[in-house]
């Protein structure tokens, strides 16, 4: 099996910034991507950014320039850089993986609430 761990939601006003990680452990195989999605009250989660093994990404239009993806893929770890929040921005972020033959895995979700 494999386990997520994510870490560094919070509260933060409007225009700051916060840092979201995720760790894989366990069988993990091989990594296809990895990333995050978002899911607000009342609405559907949406991918937010997303993270190639060779690196390749790609982001919602709505955080392009605000937020960036980044991983160590020797600590099978994601990070999600999140500046210039906005209350939009709320939701609960959840960490997936993408293994190769093995589909999607998934994290518990952590908290974001941007304040205005």
């Known amino acids: 099996q494999v386990s997520l761990v994510e870490s560094g939601g919070g509260l933060v006003q409007a225009g700051g910034s916060l840092r979201l990680s995720c760790a894989a452990s366990?069988?993990?195989?091989?990594?296809?991507?990895m990333g995050w999605y978002r899911q607000a009250p009342g609405k559907q989660r949406e991918l937010v950014a997303r993270i190639t093994s060779s690196g390749i990404t790609n982001y919602a239009d709505s955080v392009k320039g605000r937020f960036t993806i980044s991983r160590d893929n020797a600590k099978n770890t994601v990070y999600l850089q999140m500046n210039s929040l906005k209350p939009e921005d709320t939701a609960v972020y959840f960490c997936?993986?993408?293994?190769?033959?093995?589909?999607?895995?998934w994290g518990q979700g952590t908290q974001v609430t941007v304040s205005s």
């Open positions: 997936f993986v993408d293994v190769l033959f093995r589909g999607d895995y």
């Open positions: 366990g069988s993990i195989g091989s990594i296809k991507s």
